[in-house]
């Protein structure tokens, strides 16, 4: 089958090796425009920022282990938690999960050669390295954010807050906005544009439905959170007044619109979660999902219901019930596409012959723990009860099961399901299987007892607690999870690294999974598809009659495009066949525009308005630049 | 009728279907809750607005269109019944989507008949 | 009701052991208000639905895995089969639950918990929020006290809940909600302890610094317990009786204690602190960080930040002798 | 199945027709989708604070003019013609019409925005921003609005330029893409003036 596609010695191999092949060395990591290589950019940087984000969170755990301690001082607790949320939600799930994972296999999936954008892709990357750095250069100037990751005002107001800590907040978050954006982009039209023919929207993979979920999720969301900022940083920089109750501003603007991007956002953590999940599912079930057409919906609703809810973070402002019912019902009924998913997801297994190799596992444990965080938060739809544990550990709880437990477990899953294309070796089965339940295992500890302890008062965001209210048992439990989950989680690391250099040889398709990947070499060479396959179903790689007649393909040279440095396009609905394009080669104008972008920020930072425009100008001549080059010229 | 045209309409149909419910839900929810945010503030006060009977006429109209869209869905999947949702397209992604539409809309039903009730029968105004 | 404890004792051992285990003394689930009682009923009926929830999912999770040898459902059955499971589990059966759950909670619990329009409860009393610490107004009266607040038993009192500055959360768990103090606007809660008793509340929403030590107790004691206490903060601070209280005075207006606190009665009248008028009454001191002693309020007024961190009470560099004085005449302010 | 396969096996590399859309026009759209998100948000603060504040505008600040910005919002309205006939010639194969369409629309959008800043400035003389939310917000509006006529320049500017080395398939995309922006920048125009005079009326 597949494997005649792979023949490295055939002419119209070896061209397009000649073709697609980049610059090696740093220089090609600078240019790079292809999305594996931005991929494993992404993958890298979003690991120092988990690992960066681990570090602050057992900080935190670490002091709060016991009442009245005094391991960290009440203003580097405030620094750490703020950065420990930014750091997780902006710095590590998203870029990873959109970034690392989307970018590396969204291509693969649908059969394309690259993103729609490649250049573009590449800008991405760099302007979110420079948010994290922008970000991080606070923390260790000692001007870490420290209002909390929503940041409300008028604590963020200079008057409340007269130090930068805010400003690297706001601008960081501006930048990777901007870098989120373009990825949502630059997703929707590959997903759009650049399947495999045949590949009609009824047989696109599931994880590119949630892709495709996320991305038009952030396209809408992002805007809002942007102008919060800009209307923050205005307050902040020159006294603009929309959060100031005396001239007819008002401190909710600030919540109404932050949660207007903020809710949606927890959808888009969790959205590639259930992409990664609905790929190694069928894989270890050996079937094709259950309910495959509502799995697909479900996945859009949620990002769609999920624009109706933001102010369920809002019950306890005394905003009128009348306005806030709106919010109730569309929370309560979110859930439904989850509860689709969940029974999906476990039917599959029940109903295939599931192996429980470590992936599977992982996804096992990542059911578990949304369950339950989704469970509890069903119950914050009830208004009243919201009102009574709103702002405490409960709360604390349930976002974690949902964002560790649901949206990093598929993560670490997806990491060791993939580990072989990306690397061609296995990762070590036992030590993988002996990480997870470190992670299960330290997560249940770390997270369940905050349900009880925040139940029995304890409010989020405490640096310290006194003795004598019965929370210091259960904060001691959740220091000692919270070390056990960190071993889990450098137990996985180790794992990987060792198996980088000595696993054993994975070939194409350790799996036997469903889904293209699994038909290219692995690693993948760099033109992905010697044939551009064609598509007759959602599993294309169990369709074996349909891969012979492209292995056939490879002799008559169909499909394969070994002339130039070209993908074909396809019709957004049904993926008929449409046009050949030119893909863009390695280009040096991405970085530089980034860079630019990014000291123009630092530049309104230390408010040397001036020179932020001229940097902003070097931007408008790095796009010139960029365009100046077109791709049939490459 | 042409058959281009016919197909058209089918199309048109599918995405109904798939759409409608959402967009009247979104209409909803804006404008319910744009009300309810203007009667309740310092200006809005003053323009006595009736958020009962905004909220009833907004489920009035919200309710039928939504079942319509409802409706669309069940044709095109009574229509595509027997297909395989892996079918070959058009005929193929029409029951793919039509067979989730069915169940997703109940949702949308839902949710503009509970926001309407509640924002009915709350006290309007009162902080919560 | 009695029905709903009954499950709960099955369905959550764990829980229940630890909730019982613990101090109440900050415990949603001890409710000690109606209003309370409502809400932590509609937590047991939600918790319930959510065992067994959970219950069903694990469930079928390790049915998979007991059935990994075998094709197809552990009942038997195919695609067709699971999809209709998935339909009726994933659609029809929330939906219905769900819908159950809207109306009982957002529509009966919140209106019968709901905080009363102005002027419709016996009493009303103000809540300001401090940077960090929290102001006590008895409308209709001089009276103004400061983390430790009084009410009747058995009566509804509107808390109105306003801040000084950044935005804060009004929270007594036994008692009912919380609810957001946010500059520009006026927002109420209802308070109505149908039993005496000291509650604990604290600050919910992160207010900055001190965030941490921004508690403050509720006390429900018979009404006429209540009016007593009352009419005695409305009183002007008594005037010193021995030397010691005397110099201590001086030692209040002369140096700058008196630029931040008021004391009524006296020329001392900051807006800054806590109103000190009646603070030899109260039982603790920084908003509930440290007891009422004479030797906390020594080193307090010696050196308040190291107790609280980034408070705006200075440390005044003052003599032991001029402390002491300070000590004795704050003690005498009952 | 063979039906499908045969409909999309491509006679060799050379077939260069499209039937649908090319990617740069459905970027520029979902570009666009994001854009309008952002100034809908821009739209729904500024009533959101119209709504807490009884007088709007507040006392001591002049009602907006409405004469003026809606003669120049209907003279840069007017340009997406002129953009859109650029397109078209370039379609053509007409470079140089394509060319000398944008430059005509480039300067009256040019005089458009030398006349709004005027405007812009002049009421910053009048009222400040930092004087109350509606302010803060009126400018906000105004300025975002300004930028993105300014970007949508710089876009036609660089297509000028480059029009004089010829058309290309990647050049032409550009055109089109760059004509989609400007019809999203002057509904906007429309959307803004609208919630401009608002206050006026």
Redesign the interface.
Known sequence: MAVDVRAPEHPRVQRLEQVWEERPGILGWLTTVDHKRIGLLYFFTTLAFFGAGGIEALLIRTQLAQPESKVLAPDTFNELFTTHGVTMIFLFVIPMTTGAFGNYLVPLMIGSRDMAFPRMNALSYWLFLGSGIFIYIGLFMGFGPNAGWFDYVPLALRHFNPGPNVDFYALGLILNGVSSTLAAINFIVTIFKLRAPGMSLNRMPLFCFAMLAVSLALIFALPALTIDLVFLELSRKVGFQFFIPGNGGDPLLWQHLFWLFAHPEVYIIVLPAFGIATSIIPTFAKRRMIAFPLVALAELLVAFIGFGVWAHHMFATGLPTITLVFFAAATLMVVIPSTIQVYAWTMTVSAGRPEFRAPLLFIGGFIVFFVMGGLSGIMFAAIPFDQATTDTYFVVAHFHFIIFGAAVFPILGGMYYWFPKVTGRLYHEGLAQLSFWLAFVGTALTFFPMHIVGLIGMPRRVYTYPHGLGWDSYNLIETIGSYILAAGLLLVAFNLIYSRFSGAPAGPDPFHGGTLEWTIPSPPPHYNFAVIPTVSSAYPNWDEPDRAVDAGKLERGELTYEAGHETPTSTVRDGVFDEVVDMPSESPWPVTLAFFAALALVMVLISHYAIAGIFLLLVLFSLAGWHWKEPQEA | MSVARQSKGVEFLQWFG?LGA?IV??AQ?IV???V???D?????A?WNID?DTWQIVLMAIGVPLAVVSEVAALLIFSETRGLH??????W??R???A???V??N??FI??IL??G???I???????? | MTGVRGARGVLLTFAVLALAGCADKQNTLAPASKQEGRISTLFWIMMAGAWIGFAIIVGLLVLGWVNRRREGLPGGGGERAATRIVIVMGVFVPIVLLSTLFVYSNIFVVKSTAAPPPGTTVRTLGVVGHQWFWEVRYPGTEAVTANEIHIPVNTRVNVVATTDDVIHSFWVPQLNRKIDMIPGRENRVLLAADRTGVFRGECAEFCGLQHAHMSMQVVAEPVAKFKRWLANMARPAPAPTSSDERRGREVFLSKACSGCHTVRGTDAAGKIGPDLTHVASRSTLAALTIPNTRDYLFRWIHDPQQFKEGVKMPSLHLTDSEVNALVAYLRSLK | MSVIRSMHAPPGRADRHRIARPNGWWGVVVFIATEATLFGTIFGSYFYLRFRTAAWPPKGIPDPAVTVPAILTAVLVATSLVVQLAFWAGRAGRVRAAQWLLVLALIVQGAYFGIQMHLFLDDLDKFSPSGSAYASIYFTMLGAHHAHVVFGMFLELFLVLRLVAGLTNYRLIGLQATTFYWHFVNVLALCVLATQIYAAL
């Open positions: 798939l959402a839900w979104t929810l319910g809750f744009g309810t945010v203007a309740c503030s310092v200006a809005g003053g958020v949702h892996n079918d070959p397209p058009p193929g992604r029951h793919f989507f067979a989730a539409a169940w997703g109940l949702l839902a949710i509970l926001s009730i509640g924002a029968y709350n006290t309007p105004c009162q902080g919560s």
